[in-house]
């Protein structure tokens, strides 16, 4: 079992459901993960807003990168490429905004986080990156 006890159902039923997804520490480096996550979320049909301060106002994959999670409303999931110990502020505003799902990349694992998103209703996939379960489940475009 996985570290976010979710089954292929859940995952599968996250990838295919959802239509807005928030690319938290999106970068405009072709070499950083977030990149080519935030490419193949576009180029699967997800409406991306990535969101960097540092590059905000920039195009990334033809869409807008914001400053903040607030500017990326509606919210349906938010993608988390940030440090363990910086998702919990994170994790928090997307439950203020009312999101629906925290993805917590590969490597990221914060506990406490999870469980106020589970708290407050969210779904939490943590230590996965959508493009790995997208091609392990056999997904289609």
């Not at 599968?12 to 070499?31: M, Q, W, Y």
């Not at 996939?125 to 997904?139: F, N, Q």
Request: glycine share 8%.
């Amino acid at each position: 079992m996985s570290i976010d006890g979710l089954n292929d159902a859940a995952i599968r039923h996250i990838l295919s459901h959802t239509e807005r997804v928030a690319v938290v520490g999106a970068s405009n480096k072709p070499d950083r993960a977030s990149y080519r996550v935030t490419e193949f979320l576009v180029t699967h049909g997800f409406a991306v807003t990535p969101i960097n301060p540092g590059i905000a106002g920039q195009s990334l994959h033809g869409s807008m990168v914001a400053a903040s999670l607030a500017e990326a409303e509606p919210l349906e999931m938010v993608d988390i490429f940030r440090a363990a110990d910086q998702v919990g502020p994170v994790v928090a505003e997307a439950i203020r905004l009312g999101a629906q799902v925290i993805w917590m990349q590969l490597g990221v694992i914060n506990h406490e986080a999870a469980a106020q998103a589970c708290a407050a209703g969210l779904v939490v996939v943590m230590d996965r990156c959508p493009v790995i379960e997208w091609s392990r489940l056999g997904m289609s475009a």
